[in-house]
Nanobody, 125 residues
């Protein structure tokens, strides 16, 4: 099973980026896919998650209204559209997925067994 995160880069404050998380090598259906981020010297934190079948979404409070998580029909790819980026959004962004995560655990890093390699997002002021 592989998760490939891409789309990071350098952007000015107020700009936008779209991250992609392409999953492959699995025969089962994901229960949920999530994005986490880790800034230098800080713990990895939850950003957003989507339930695969229902497309129910969850967001961390500071990104609500600015970030949108989605997945396209027929694709094993999840996207994170990030608008109105702020310098405090600077971090390495990781996608994670699992076939067994329950709704109440979707914000917890421990609920995900599969992780991508991370993609760096840098927002300049």
């Amino acid at each position: 099973v592989q998760l490939q995160a891409s789309g990071g880069g350098l952007v000015q404050a107020g700009g936008s980026l779209r991250l992609s998380c392409a999953t492959s090598g699995h025969t089962f259906t994901w229960r949920a896919v999530a994005w986490f981020r880790q800034a230098p010297g800080k713990d990895r934190e939850f950003v957003a998650a989507i339930r695969w079948s229902s497309r129910h979404t969850l967001y961390e409070d500071t990104v609500k209204g600015r970030f949108t998580i989605s997945r396209a029909n027929g694709e094993n790819t999840v996207y994170l559209q990030m608008d109105n980026l702020k310098p405090e959004d600077t971090a390495v962004y990781y996608c994670a997925a699992d076939q067994g995560v329950i709704l109440s655990s979707m914000r917890d890093t421990r609920a995900y067994n599969y992780w991508g390699q991370g993609t760096l997002v840098t927002v300049s002021s």
